[in-house]
């Protein structure tokens, strides 16, 4: 299975090329990138299902995530804060 890093080398190989030491660095900044993306993606997911069953309280969101987030998962996250 391939992560999304590496379909990001694939493309970026495919598309640009850099020198072979900079791979950490360029997997740095993609995945510190990648991080902050997820938390703004979570934020708003979690502030939708606070909004639409009208609480303030997360816990009260269980089995009312996302369609894109297994309800699984997404209740997991919720017990985890």
Sequence with gaps: MCTLFT???Y???KKYSFPEEDESIVRNIWEDKARIALNQQLTRAR?????KENTTNI????DKGPVW???DDWNQMIKDV
Excluded: G, P, R
Excluded at 47 to 51: E, F, L, R, T
Excluded at 59 to 62: A, F
């Design 7 to 9: 379909w990001y080398i």
């Design 11 to 13: 493309y970026l190989v």
């Design 47 to 51: 502030k939708k299902a606070m909004s």
């Design 59 to 62: 816990i009260d969101c269980l």
């Design 69 to 71: 987030i297994n309800n």
